[in-house]
């Protein structure tokens, strides 16, 4: 009998340990461009349609203003993908790992620079872009919440107009033109 209670104490522990690998992952999203109430609920539609992901909240006037959990690494990985895809740029931290958005290298002079695929889903949205190129002309077309972002001047460089727009939690594709 004693045998058995040692056997079933060991089994026990295996499972406890074992558990505790199954559990989810803590996420924070960080540096995500959220102005509005629509910014949150596209981000929390984002992140929704993300297999692995669960939990999400998003508040944009805490500290960690989004955050969510994520069943696996891959799990945390494609909720970046998801949110750069759906026109954001942030950092996600899963666990003690920090995931960035891919670097995307443009080599792109142009007076004028098309960034297609932003999200820009009210007016401080379009104030926010248009306070980062203050000295070129903004312009934003579309309908829904990515839209296509084009700034006017002179001799633009295609790398720092996406540089500029990611540091401040806007990312979309620039479109040579």
Same mark, same amino acid.
């Given at each position: /009998? *004693?045998?058995?209670?040692?056997?079933?104490?060991?089994?026990?522990?295996?499972?406890?340990? *074992?558990?505790?690998? =199954?559990?989810? !992952?803590?996420?924070?999203?960080?540096?995500?461009?959220?102005?509005?109430?629509?910014?949150?609920?596209?981000?929390?539609?984002?992140? +929704?349609?993300? @297999?692995?992901?669960?939990?999400?909240?998003?508040? *944009?006037?805490?500290?960690?203003?989004?955050?969510?959990?994520?069943?696996?690494?891959?799990?945390?990985? @494609?909720?970046?993908? #998801?949110?750069?895809?759906?026109?954001?740029?942030?950092?996600?931290?899963?666990?003690?790992?920090?995931?960035?958005?891919?670097?995307? /290298?443009?080599?792109?002079? #142009? @007076?004028?620079?098309?960034?297609?695929?932003?999200?820009?889903?009210?007016?401080?949205?379009?104030?926010?872009?248009?306070?980062?190129?203050? =000295?070129?002309?903004?312009? !934003?077309?579309?309908? +829904?919440?990515?839209?296509? !972002?084009?700034?006017? +001047?002179?001799?633009?460089?295609?790398?720092? !107009?996406?540089?500029? /727009?990611?540091?401040?939690?806007?990312?979309?594709?620039?479109?040579?033109?």
């Amino acid at each position: /009998m *004693r045998q058995l209670f040692v056997v079933g104490m060991v089994l026990a522990m295996i499972g406890f340990v *074992r558990g505790g690998s =199954d559990d989810p !992952v803590k996420c924070k999203a960080d540096g995500l461009h959220l102005c509005c109430a629509t910014c949150d609920s596209t981000v929390k539609s984002i992140l +929704g349609k993300v @297999d692995g992901i669960s939990a999400v909240k998003v508040d *944009r006037k805490a500290a960690d203003k989004v955050t969510f959990e994520a069943a696996t690494d891959r799990a945390a990985n @494609d909720a970046l993908t #998801a949110l750069v895809n759906g026109g954001f740029c942030c950092e996600v931290t899963a666990g003690a790992k920090h995931i960035m958005a891919p670097k995307v /290298m443009v080599n792109l002079k #142009a @007076d004028s620079i098309t960034v297609k695929d932003v999200h820009v889903c009210c007016n401080a949205c379009t104030k926010a872009l248009k306070a980062m190129f203050k =000295d070129d002309a903004v312009t !934003v077309a579309g309908s +829904g919440t990515q839209k296509d !972002v084009t700034i006017a +001047g002179k001799n633009l460089d295609g790398q720092t !107009v996406l540089d500029t /727009m990611r540091k401040s939690g806007f990312t979309g594709t620039i479109q040579a033109k």
